[in-house]
């Protein structure tokens, strides 16, 4: 397939719904421990007394920041709830937490249908620094690494705010997500016969994007899209039905599968369309 171009770089995706691109933001505790925790319990966490070379963030000052600043720029939360809209956890000791969050930037996800997800990490025992990811696919898990398309970290250096890396992480959210939005809205102005996408679900089998015992799911999927009968998929008969039949078989596999998988995918349907995140 051949299409105008621009350049950029492949970076994360999410699994496809019928009214919106979710993104994902995901936990992972699987080998590391934890618990999940509430706003009110992680309030309560003492912070430890600094240093003359280390100023340790206080767990609750990171949703916090993210709060204020979410405020602070007119966005909502995809969960108004705030009991409910974040996810987190911390380890045993409550010397490590790490957590996520998924906004709404108006005129940018909403009229695109997809949303923003937050990551952040955080410890009192001076193993990580506080750090901020920022895309519409954000992975955290419980050894402290974090994944996402705009990653921001900050120090705990005394005399220099920490809470600094979550405004600098906002400023770079609107940017990412208006070449998201472009990219999204090209791949659903490609139309593309059945053919066509049954070629492109092949050579995401080949890539790696798509295991070979989900291609008759995902070919099958892509068809009722075409055809009108599917609930999952929208844009049926264009590139982005194709993209999404390829996602819509990523629930069924482990997160930690899935970040390979979706970078396997944007990777391959960038060179199969020459069209890039830009």
């Known amino acids: 397939m051949n299409t105008n171009t621009n350049t950029a770089t492949a970076?994360?995706?999410?699994?496809?719904?019928?009214?919106?691109?979710?993104?994902?933001?995901?936990?992972?505790?699987?080998?590391?421990?934890?618990?999940?925790?509430?706003?009110d319990a992680l309030g309560l966490i003492p912070t430890p007394e600094p240093t003359k070379t280390w100023t340790p963030v206080p767990h609750i000052d990171v949703p916090n920041g993210i709060d204020a600043m979410v405020e602070a720029k007119g966005w909502?939360?995809?969960?108004?709830?705030?009991?409910?809209?974040?996810?987190?956890?911390?380890?045993?000791?409550?010397t490590k937490m790490f957590g996520a969050v998924k906004v709404v930037i108006p005129n940018v996800t909403t009229d695109a249908e997809f949303?923003?997800?937050?990551?952040?990490?955080n410890?009192?025992?001076?193993?990580t620094a506080l750090r901020v990811a920022v895309g519409t696919n954000v992975m955290?898990?419980?050894?402290?690494?974090?994944?996402?398309d705009i990653q921001v970290r900050r120090e705990h250096t005394s005399g220099i705010d920490p809470l600094e890396t979550i405004r600098t992480a906002f400023d770079k959210i609107p940017e990412a997500a208006n070449n998201f939005a472009k990219w999204?809205?090209?791949?659903?102005?490609?139309?593309?016969d059945v053919n066509d996408a049954i070629a492109f679900l092949a050579k995401?089998?080949?890539?790696?994007?798509?295991?070979?015992?989900?291609?008759?799911?995902a070919r099958a999927n892509y068809v009722n899209a075409?055809?009108?009968?599917?609930?999952?998929?929208?844009?049926?008969?264009?590139?982005?039905?194709?993209?999404?039949?390829?996602?819509?078989?990523?629930?069924?596999?482990?997160?930690?599968?899935?970040?390979?998988?979706?970078?396997?995918?944007?990777?391959?349907?960038?060179?199969?369309?020459?069209?890039?995140?830009?």
């Open 76 to 94: 909502s939360f995809v969960d108004p709830d705030p009991n409910t809209r974040y996810q987190i956890v911390v380890n045993d000791g409550n």
């Open 184 to 192: 999204f809205s090209s791949l659903r102005e490609m139309n593309i």
């Open 115 to 121: 949303e923003m997800a937050i990551g952040f990490r």
């Open 204 to 217: 995401c089998v080949e890539s790696g994007a798509l295991p070979i015992g989900d291609f008759m799911n």
């Open 226 to 278: 075409v055809n009108g009968e599917s609930e999952i998929i929208n844009h049926g008969g264009t590139v982005w039905s194709a993209y999404q039949a390829v996602t819509s078989q990523y629930k069924h596999h482990s997160m930690n599968q899935l970040q390979g998988y979706t970078t396997k995918l944007n990777d391959t349907i960038i060179d199969w369309t020459g069209y890039t995140i830009s």
């Open 11 to 39: 970076t994360g995706t999410a699994i496809v719904t019928k009214e919106r691109k979710s993104a994902r933001a995901t936990l992972i505790t699987d080998g590391g421990g934890g618990q999940f925790i509430n706003l």
């Open 123 to 127: 410890s009192h025992d001076k193993s």
């Open 140 to 148: 955290v898990c419980s050894n402290m690494v974090i994944t996402g």
